[in-house]
């Protein structure tokens, strides 16, 4: 079982970047996909969560404030493969961004797995 993001780089403000979330030896729409990150220094921080196929709000997504309109996710069930297309993007988005599994996107829910992280890096 594994859960990998990936897709993160360096990027100036204004840019875009799709991270890539992919899953081996389970299926990613079992569960709800949340992305998180975390900055150095300052505490993990929650940014999308799209719900799983079999959930009550089935591919329903959910943003924190911050990346409304500028982030959008979603899922490719053929690739098992979840995205989060960032466009954009500001220097306080700066963070490693990690996927993870959990059975809900409600806040009661926690997450139960993840995998390494990918850097990303707005600057000029």
């Known amino acids: 079982v594994q859960l990998q993001a990936y897709g993160g780089g360096l990027v100036e403000p204004g840019g875009s970047l799709r991270l890539s979330c992919a899953a081996s030896?389970?299926?990613?729409?079992?569960?709800?996909i949340r992305w998180f990150r975390q900055a150095p220094g300052k505490e993990r921080e929650g940014v999308s969560c799209?719900?799983?196929?079999?959930?009550?709000?089935?591919?329903?997504?959910y943003y924190t404030d911050s990346v409304k309109g500028r982030f959008t996710i979603s899922m490719d069930n053929a690739k098992n493969t979840v995205y989060l297309q960032m466009n954009s993007l500001k220097p306080e988005d700066t963070a490693v961004y990690y996927c993870?599994?959990?059975?809900?996107?409600?806040?009661?829910?926690?997450?139960?797995?993840w995998g390494k992280g990918t850097l990303v890096t707005v600057s000029s």
């Open positions: 030896g389970f299926t990613l729409d079992y569960y709800a």
């Open positions: 993870a599994t959990r059975p809900e996107c409600a806040p009661r829910f926690s997450d139960n797995y």
């Open positions: 799209i719900s799983s196929s079999i959930s009550g709000d089935a591919g329903s997504t």
